[in-house]
Each structure stands twice: as structure tokens, then as C-alpha cells.
T-cell receptor, first 114, second 120 residues
Framework: AQSVTQLGSHVSVSEGALVLLRCNYS??????LFWYVQYPNQGLQLLLK??????LVKGINGFEAEFKKSETSFHLTKPSAHMSDAAEYFC????????????FGTGTRLTIIP | GAGVSQSPRYKVAKRGQDVALRCDPI?????LFWYQQALGQGPEFLTY????????KSGLPSDRFFAERPEGSVSTLKIQRTQQEDSAVYLC??????????????????FGSGTQLSVL
């Protein structure tokens, strides 16, 4: 069975600082991995997804994530945090070969300090 | 429509009541998913429809949960005899991709804002 673990339920960074949200996965098949963002009272929005085409995946709003098989990690980064990045972020893994039956992590709440 | 629409936005039920939650997916989307998100947790898969066919209901927590999509568009999630542990946000999502098609393409999964169910 597939699973993901998000390290740190709350992360605070200063505006303009590096954002690093951690995600480790466990999968019995080559994984498809996702990062979603959830703003208050809004639905989940896809930031980016890894589909084995390239290990460094670029997403929307300046976010990117790197797939590292040796570390079973898929950490999300952004070079410079913006106030609008404050939200809940979820890492997820697909059931098999890219379908949308996703297993989500418990989420990381990102707070931006002015 | 412009996005996935869910109604009601909030639902308060007394324990033992039946509730029905509605999802209007994006027009033309063949795939529809229901997820349950408990407070402080990530969403958990409940069930999947491809058009009107319910292909996967492995995530439904009990036989009190029932979902349907009779005409392949609007879907309803029904919970009978609600219990306090049913309190959660219920998310609906749709996609233009059939889940059984390989390999995965670049279609995205679009989520609604959810229905927050509180069982008292």
C-alpha cells in the first residue's frame, strides 16, 4: 500500500525566505506524487505532480519539488516566500500509475511572517 | 459550470439523522471522486465513479454510507443514521480522465470547496 508522511504539521517562515515542506513516501510501485494547496474555505488545488518524466518538477506560483528515490522523498520548495503562500499543503501519492485515487499526508500549515 | 460545486456548504445534523450531500462536477467530466477530510487530517478516499458506474467504493467506512451518480453527472453522497464520527468535510472532485486509462495524462483533478458536516 502507498503512504506519505509529512514532517512538521506547522511551518513558519519569514516573507522572502526559503520555503521547505517535507514529504516522504512509501510505495510498492513506481510512485506518482502530488502536492496540493488548500486555502481557507477553498477546495484543494494542484501545485505540481511527479510522473517519472523528470525528477525536478516545477509547479504553479513558483513552487517546485524534487523526487529523490534514494531518500524516498518529494520535498516542496520555493525560493522566496510571499504572504499569499500562507495555506495548508498536502503531499499525496497515487494508488497506481497516476490515477486519482490518492493517499494524502496529514498536511503542513504554512505561516508567513511579515 | 466553472468549477466543482458542492451543496450545502455547511450541514448540521442530529445524531441518527440521514443527510444527503450534493456534488455538481465540471460539465463533461467523466470521473468523480468523494473524499472525507476529518479535522486536522488529510483527505481520505471514499468512492469513485466513472460516468454512472461506481467502480470503487472501497473507502466507504460503513454500510451507512451510500453514493450515487445516476445520470453520470451530479452525484449524491448519502449518510444514514449519522454518528458523531461522521463529522468531517466531504470533498468532491472531478476529472476529464478515465481512471482506468493508461498511462496517466496531464488532466488535473478539480476539487470542490466541500461540505462541512457536523453531527451533534
Amino acid at each position: 500500500a502507498q503512504s506519505v508522511t509529512q514532517l512538521g504539521s506547522h511551518v513558519s517562515v519569514s516573507e522572502g525566505a526559503l520555503v521547505l515542506l517535507r514529504c516522504n513516501y512509501s510505495s510498492s510501485v513506481p510512485p506518482y506524487l502530488f502536492w496540493y494547496v488548500q486555502y481557507p474555505n477553498q477546495g484543494l488545488q494542484l501545485l505540481l505532480k511527479y510522473t517519472s518524466a523528470a525528477t525536478l518538477v516545477k509547479g504553479i506560483n513558483g513552487f517546485e519539488a524534487e523526487f529523490k528515490k534514494s531518500e524516498t522523498s518529494f520535498h516542496l520548495t520555493k525560493p522566496s516566500a510571499h504572504m499569499s503562500d500562507a495555506a495548508e499543503y498536502f503531499c499525496a501519492v497515487s494508488d497506481w500509475y497516476g490515477n486519482e485515487k490518492l493517499t494524502f499526508g496529514t498536511g503542513t500549515r504554512l505561516t508567513i511572517i511579515p | 459550470g466553472a468549477g466543482v460545486s458542492q451543496s450545502p456548504r455547511y450541514k448540521v445534523a442530529k445524531r441518527g439523522q440521514d443527510v444527503a450531500l450534493r456534488c455538481d462536477p465540471i460539465s463533461g467530466h467523466v470521473s468523480l471522486f468523494w473524499y472525507q477530510q476529518a479535522l486536522g487530517q488529510g483527505p481520505e478516499f471514499l468512492t469513485y465513479f466513472q460516468n454512472e458506474a461506481q467502480l470503487d467504493k472501497s473507502g466507504l467506512p460503513s454500510d451507512r454510507f451510500f453514493a450515487e451518480r445516476p445520470e453520470g453527472s451530479v452525484s449524491t453522497l448519502k449518510i444514514q443514521r449519522t454518528q458523531q464520527e461522521d463529522s468531517a468535510v466531504y470533498l468532491c472532485a472531478s476529472s476529464s480522465r478515465e481512471m482506468t486509462v493508461f498511462p496517466a495524462t496531464n488532466e488535473k483533478l478539480f476539487f470542490g470547496s466541500g461540505t462541512q458536516l457536523s453531527v451533534l
